[in-house]
T-cell receptor, first 115, second 112 residues
Framework: DAGVIQSPRHEVTEMGQEVTLRCKPI?????LFWYRQTMMRGLELLIY????????DSGMPEDRFSAKMPNASFSTLKIQPSEPRDSAVYFC?????????????FGDGTRLSIL | GENVEQHPSTLSVQEGDSAVIKCTYS??????FPWYKQELGKGPQLIIDIRSNVGEKKDQRIAVTLNKTAKHFSLHITETQPEDSAVYFC???????????FGTGTRLLVSP
């Protein structure tokens, strides 16, 4: 079975540019999560969706960050304009959401470097 | 909100020894506690999880214990092998949609 697929795996761009990260969750999963991992702050939840609807975006750092989930098989995280402090590894995870906790399955991440 | 503390930050053991990683959580309503293993260049992979209605769970060389009264849970790895070397994260959640709060991670090094 295919796991969570993220693209690109690596992205290097100059500050001020728009960055779009993509995620395809596991088929059948209805909850999707975006995380950011840095040495200083560890793994932080940015936003999560249930049935394509954003449930909690309190972790989104600022208005430069936006996320969408137009359908059950695709989500994007966009940064515009990008800044050097946005450099991090961004992970997408998916799970079967609902009242009973189910394991989250992570993709292998996008390593983002903003110069 | 929930806060998860994890210790130690690094742990070095000899192959065949046991390794124990400990986490504490702050929200008594938390009811789900997964452990993830992250290898270099990869995403976190779930290795074991426990729910609040269970005190202990074991899967081959890996076990997790939960003390709800003290609000702490631990990961135990027995007969460690070099391939166990990785960063391990604990997490806690108290919502049905699994808003996980992660610990800061433990870098485990198993020397041959």
């Amino acid at each position: 079975d295919a796991g969570v697929i993220q693209s690109p795996r690596h992205e290097v761009t100059e500050m001020g540019q728009e960055v779009t990260l993509r995620c395809k969750p596991i088929s059948g999963h209805n909850s999707l999560f975006w995380y950011r991992q840095t040495m200083m702050r560890g793994l932080e939840l940015l936003i999560y969706f249930n049935n394509n609807v954003p449930i909690d975006d309190s972790g989104m750092p600022e208005d430069r960050f936006s996320a969408k989930m137009p359908n059950a098989s695709f989500s994007t995280l966009k940064i515009q304009p990008s800044e050097p402090r946005d450099s991090a590894v961004y992970f997408c995870a998916s799970t079967l959401g609902g009242s009973s906790n189910q394991p989250q399955h992570f993709g292998d991440g996008t390593r983002l470097s903003i110069l | 909100g929930e806060n998860v503390e994890q210790h130690p930050s690094t742990l070095s053991v000899q192959e065949g020894d046991s390794a124990v990683i400990k986490c504490t959580y702050s929200d008594s309503a938390s009811n789900y506690f997964p452990w993830y293993k992250q290898e270099l260049g990869k995403g976190p992979q779930l290795i074991i999880d426990i729910r609040s209605n269970v005190g202990e769970k074991k899967d081959q060389r890996i076990a997790v214990t939960l003390n709800k009264t003290a609000k702490h849970f631990s990961l135990h790895i027995t007969e460690t092998q070099p391939e166990d070397s990785a960063v391990y994260f604990c997490a806690a959640s108290n919502t049905g949609f699994q808003k996980l709060v992660f610990g800061t991670g433990t870098r485990l090094l198993v020397s041959p």
